[in-house]
């Protein structure tokens, strides 16, 4: 398992795959991500550059679901977008992860002070690489979130554990 500030770090490189890709940014990003992982074997930069043109290519509004589908949502291209936004950030993330865990000392720190560096050229302007990820169907944050209604509804969607901390009910309105 990744100290919290690798499983951070990944988990930026997963949100900076997503939101590059179908923007001007994305072939920087797409070479240098596919570079990353290829670490000097062509043949291994080569097959992460087709995997990252599939994640392009699902992320298009209404481009194909994994397996070959399309999205056949109530919203083409709204729904189906977002879902695929979260699947891939979180496949990229774990991709990220399973690189960074399967080598040692010396070398996860030098590909994670690569990645750092990354995601540092490539972040959009005023976004740190390990900042949330906001935008208008929802946001991922690699992190603990806390909502909190006061006399309303609150709601979310959770990928992961979480904690409930009921108050006890204040007095009756009407």
């Known amino acids: 398992m990744l100290e919290q500030a690798l499983a951070a770090l990944a988990a930026a490189g997963g949100t900076a795959v997503v939101q590059a890709a179908g923007t001007e940014a994305w072939t920087t990003v ?19 550059l087709e995997r990252l043109d599939r994640t392009a290519a699902e992320l298009e509004p209404g481009g194909p679901e994994p397996g070959g589908g399309r999205d056949q949502g109530p919203e083409p291209g709204a729904a189906g977008s977002a879902q695929a936004r979260v699947r891939q950030e979180a496949a990229w993330q774990a991709r990220f992860e399973n690189l960074l865990e399967s080598v040692d000392g010396d ?20 976004v740190p690489p390990a900042g949330p990820s906001v935008g208008r169907d929802g946001m991922a944050v690699g992190g603990d979130v806390h909502v909190r209604a006061d006399g ?13 901390h009921p108050r006890p009910p204040g007095p009756p309105q009407g």
């Open 30 to 48: 797409r070479d240098a991500v596919a570079r990353w992982f290829g670490r000097g074997d062509e043949r291994r930069e080569r097959a992460e």
């Open 152 to 164: 309303g509804v609150a709601g979310g969607v959770i990928h992961g554990g979480a904690h409930v």
């Open 107 to 126: 070398e996860r720190a030098r590909l994670a002070g690569e990645l750092r560096a990354l995601l540092e050229r490539h972040s959009p302007a005023g």
